[in-house]
């Protein structure tokens, strides 16, 4: 399965790289056509979203109608091959902004729409990658949901894709917009923390619906298109539950790193400046949930960083997620002899610290932290998302922003890259249950 898999996925993606792609990358290319239009300053950027989703619905509009109006900013279509959600996202776009869009059945309609200048993304998480290409390819900036890529083919795709054009693309790493993650990122560069020893991290939920979705008993093949909601993945036969409920399904999303750990470990890449792990041993299961779905319910991850010519430098990450039991919720705490960072509740303390009875046995000096409080925390839903967070709208005008201004976004196409890297490199110790590393000169996963 694992071979017809890459010899399907690259193959899609040699299509696409020269354009000729028959599922949804008909405009690819740098034809003069691919070029968008030239915004002028007091020009309004009209936006599109591919992918009517319940995050989309939830989070992602509110974020942008923060800042539409001051921005000058409109969405104006719609791309979902399911019939059901067009009619919902032009009813509920005319709702909540007062304007109609246009539907479009697939996003080759979309990009041959005219005065189109940019896209939302918040599709199903193994199209993310290649949908970020076409929109690019197309002459198009993108706000592109996490995990930015399921595999490295198609992480490497997108890469080239906004290497070689120029366009402006958000990855969903919304925690590079928050002020307070800001602020530790410079607290730590600053040298006042001290080397990182080691980072600790969870997501737990207890939720025995977590990415199950209802309307699995009411869709219906007729009314979408399979074929192109498979993309580069194998061709089988239509199924509701991986249509609806793909974030359970490998090869279409690998469900708790993809979703949550991408966000806290691409902190870890954000405030070392390392690309990516030395090495990853993972282990899970499904020990709870036994609904048919494919990927784990409980993992536990443990990565070796540090710089790759220098093994006597370095320091430990642990990443541990449960959906049956919530203590602890999600954590991120960084480590030092001389105390820790704790991002839940964004203080600096010298807690854990190198004390002075400590030290005077060692014939050394104390080494503690000096407690502060990290300035301007943010919010995040880590739940069922009921609106609009602040971290999210701040990530959402951060695009729009550099969407105006052609600078390089908070997370870029090269740091989804690497949180992809990390992603990869954990779902394929938790398949092989051997311990995993990267070949940087081949860009490869090495295993064992």
């Not at 005219?114 to 990658?129: C, E, M």
């Not at 706000?143 to 969903?172: C, F, S």
């Not at 580069?232 to 036969?237: F, H, I, S």
Request: glycine share 8%; hydrophobic share 35%.
């Amino acid at each position: 399965m694992e071979n017809k898999l890459e010899n399907t996925r690259r193959d899609f993606i040699k299509k696409a790289s020269i354009g000729v792609g028959a599922l949804s990358l008909g405009a690819m290319g740098f034809s003069a056509k691919s070029y968008a239009r030239i915004i002028g300053a007091n020009e309004r950027v009209q936006v599109g979203i591919v992918g009517f989703s319940s995050r989309f619905k939830s989070s992602l509009l509110p974020s942008f109608m923060n800042h539409a109006k001051e921005l000058n900013f409109e969405f104006v279509g719609v791309s979902d091959i399911w019939n059901r959600r067009r009619d919902e996202a032009e009813a509920f776009v005319k709702e909540k902004t007062g304007q109609s869009i246009r539907k479009f059945r697939n996003n080759d309609e979309l990009y041959a729409s005219k005065d189109l200048d940019a896209v939302i993304i918040s599709t199903a998480d193994f199209q993310h990658a290649l949908m970020g290409v076409e929109a690019v390819r197309n002459g198009k900036d993108a706000y592109v949901e996490k995990p930015m890529a399921e595999t490295l083919d198609d992480a490497k795709a997108i890469l080239k894709a906004v290497n070689e054009t120029g366009k402006i693309v958000q990855i969903g790493s919304q925690r590079r917009s928050a002020p307070n993650y800001i602020a530790a990122n410079e607290y730590i560069r600053s040298g006042k923390f001290g080397d990182i020893t080691m980072v600790e991290m969870c997501w737990n939920v207890n939720q025995p619906g977590r990415w199950r979705v209802p309307l699995v008993k009411e869709i219906r093949q007729e009314d979408t298109d399979w074929n192109r909601f498979l993309m580069n993945r194998p061709k089988v036969a239509w199924d509701p539950r991986k249509y609806l409920e793909f974030r359970l399904f490998w090869p279409y999303s690998s469900g708790i790193p993809g979703q949550w750990m991408s966000h806290q470990i691409d902190t870890v890449h954000w405030f070392t400046g390392l690309d990516h792990p030395r090495s990853v041993s993972a282990n899970g299961g499904i020990y709870m949930w036994k609904d048919g779905r494919t990927n784990a319910d409980t993992m536990t991850a443990v990565f070796d960083y540090g710089p790759q010519k220098d093994m006597s430098k370095g320091f430990q990450v642990v990443f541990s997620s449960r959906f049956h039991n919530s203590a602890g919720e999600t954590k991120e705490l960084y480590y030092s002899n001389g105390g820790m960072i704790n991002l839940d509740t964004n203080k600096i303390t010298a807690e854990g610290g190198l004390n002075a009875r400590m030290a005077a046995e060692m014939n050394m000096k104390p080494n503690l932290l000096e407690p502060a409080t990290l300035a301007n925390p943010a919010k995040m839903e880590t739940g069922a998302n009921t609106g609009g967070d602040q971290m999210t709208s701040l990530h959402m005008r951060n695009w729009m922003e550099c969407v105006r201004s052609r600078k390089t976004p908070n997370a870029s196409v090269q740091a989804g890259y690497n949180h992809s890297v990390a992603n990869i490199m954990t779902r394929t110790a938790l398949e092989t249950g051997k311990k995993v590393t990267f070949n940087d000169a081949k860009q490869q996963v090495v295993i064992g």
